[in-house]
């Protein structure tokens, strides 16, 4: 059964020694017909949690931030928009 993966890479140099291992990860893993999906954070404007217990909310996206994590949410499923 194949899996679906998100890779959250939060190295500051995009082709470092994380990037290459993140690239030795996904080969291994596409070559066993799972998906990944990588996230360079270093490039994306995330701010932290404000504590609003939004997430709590029956709204269908209850984050109150608009950030770039909109992205990330439909990579994983159940955490959000």
């Known amino acids: 059964?194949?899996?679906?993966?998100?890779?959250?890479?939060?190295s500051p140099r995009?082709?470092?020694n994380t990037s290459m291992l993140v690239q030795a990860f996904t080969e291994g893993a596409e070559s066993?017909?799972?998906?990944?999906?990588?996230?360079f954070l270093n490039g994306m404007d995330i701010h932290g949690c404000?504590?609003?217990f939004g997430r709590h909310s029956s709204r269908?996206?209850?984050?109150?931030?608009?950030?770039d994590m909109a992205q990330i949410y439909p990579a994983v499923p159940g955490i959000g928009c």
Do not use: Y
């Not at 059964?1 to 939060?10: A, E, R, Y």
């Open 1 to 10: 059964m194949s899996k679906k993966i998100v890779v959250l890479n939060g």
């Open 14 to 16: 995009k082709k470092g």
């Open 32 to 39: 066993s017909r799972n998906t990944v999906t990588e996230f």
């Open 50 to 52: 404000k504590g609003c």
């Open 60 to 67: 269908e996206c209850p984050c109150v931030q608009k950030d």
